[in-house]
């Protein structure tokens, strides 16, 4: 085996082996919540879908009667379906904390009230900590980013030494010893599902801790949603008039008559209404339309288009991640790439098991191949790139350091007795 192809293999090894318990359940739970919204629509039928019967209520009809039947809960925004067989839900603040309540928009009936997503809450968490708070995010961040490392370590370990070759380079081996058809499909597999899966990884770090913190100090705060998009310019508080709710719906749904809107209704003096177009596909959000209190005459309209690039780029991040750009295509996309990278990450350790010796831990030998200057800099770049796998290699190669220095015992040598010379 070359000296540099056996380092390679040797971090790759090690990086896949170290990674694979998050990466299994990271990549189990990202499959789980592509999806989220069939899931609960199956779930939560007798909620979500209504009987279109009729002429639709107005939207401060339909608070009105949210607030009727819980006295003591606060709206704070109203999610309204472009599909005209959706119910609409309200987002209240109780005492214990968020709701979703939903209202029948043609009869104003409250079908029901539920905590949001209660199952995914769970999923989500697992998701982005472990159920361990910053130090699991934390980890997840450290393994997502080493999975872009163990992408392109594992295409350089794929390179074949013939283009020739289809069996095993461009096509998985289904028939012969079986472990050279777990080696096939861990390889072939990863080859083709490489782009989605540095894709997913990468819009993921937006959610994460280190590198978004680190992406915002640098570019002043480009991993964040464009705010100034999301709000309206303050205006004089007053009492919120129900013609201006009418108003924030209809001026929306005059142009964006398929889109789901979601009105952000004012907690404080100074807040307008805000209305939010949500994207059919592509971006999270198409537009902002902002809407007087008291009057509701309309004082700010934002659109997708006007915002600069490093926005636009923000706004398709959860749509990219979650596969739901294209809608069911990318969706299965996303959730066979999660699968995908449990599986690579499980006959990673599958394969090494079944290889090692008896009695031996199998693990593979170092080498001291000098690296060439190309590899050098995508370390590097890798390195400065992700942050923490910079300070993960920096701890390796201190740990490796202090290892050889004060814990490995050197073995004395012990001078043969001298033998006496014949002639």
């Known amino acids: 085996m070359p000296s540099f192809y056996r380092r390679v293999w040797r971090w790759h090894f090690w990086a896949g082996l170290l990674a694979c318990p998050v990466l299994v359940v990271v990549a189990v739970t990202g499959a789980l919540y592509t999806f989220k919204d069939e899931i609960e629509d199956w779930q939560l039928a007798d909620l979500r879908f209504a009987d279109s019967t009729g002429e639709r209520k107005s939207l401060a009809e339909l608070l009105a009667a949210v607030t009727a039947a819980h006295p003591t809960w606060t709206p704070t925004q109203a999610l309204i379906p472009g599909d005209p067989d959706r119910s ?7 005492g214990s904390g968020n709701r979703l309540v939903y209202v029948n928009p043609y009869t104003a009936e409250v079908l029901g009230d539920i905590e949001r997503s209660p199952f995914f809450t769970v999923v989500l968490r697992i998701h982005r900590s472990l159920f361990a708070g910053t130090t699991g995010r934390i ?7 080493w999975m872009v490392v163990l992408v392109v370590s594992g295409l350089y370990l794929w390179i074949p030494r013939t283009w020739r070759t289809v069996w095993g380079v461009w096509l998985p081996r289904l028939r012969g010893k079986p472990y050279v058809v777990l080696r096939d499909l861990h390889t ?10 540095v894709l997913i990884a990468v819009t993921g770090l937006f959610f994460t801790v280190v590198w978004v913190w680190s992406l915002n100090a640098v570019t002043n705060g480009a991993g964040e949603l464009p705010r100034h998009f999301l709000t309206a310019p303050p205006e004089a508080g ?7 709710l009418d108003a924030a719906e209809r001026r929306a749904r005059s142009e964006y008559p398929a889109n789901p809107l979601v009105v952000m209704l004012p907690a404080k003096p100074g807040e307008a209404i805000v209305t939010r177009v949500r994207g059919l596909s592509g971006p999270s959000y198409v537009a902002s339309v902002g809407v007087d209190r008291t009057a509701g005459v309309e004082t700010s309209r934002k659109v997708y288009d006007d915002l600069a690039w490093h926005e636009k780029v923000r706004l398709w991040v959860l749509p990219v991640h979650m596969g739901s750009v294209f809608g069911w295509p990318t969706k299965v996309l996303a959730a066979v ?14 394969m090494w098991l079944a290889r090692r010796p008896v009695g031996r831990a199998g693990f593979p030998h170092a080498s001291t191949a000098t690296a060439p200057k190309v590899a050098v800099a995508l370390i590097l770049l890798l390195g400065v790139v992700f942050p923490v796998v910079g300070g993960s290699i920096l701890l390796v190669l201190v740990g490796e ?7 490995r015992k050197t073995v004395p040598v012990v001078n043969p007795e001298p033998q006496p010379v014949t002639s």
Do not use: D, H, K, N
């Not at 609409?88 to 109780?94: E, L, S």
């Not at 009492?239 to 201006?244: F, I, K, Q």
């Open 88 to 94: 609409t839900a309200v987002q209240v603040i109780t």
């Open 139 to 145: 980890l997840v961040e450290l393994a997502t980013c």
């Open 188 to 197: 072939v597999g990863g080859l083709y599902l490489a782009p989605v899966l």
């Open 238 to 244: 007053g009492r919120v008039a129900s013609a201006a």
């Open 337 to 350: 790439a999660c699968l995908a990278l449990a599986w690579l990450s499980v006959s990673g350790v599958w």
């Open 401 to 407: 350091y202090l290892v050889g220095r004060f814990v």
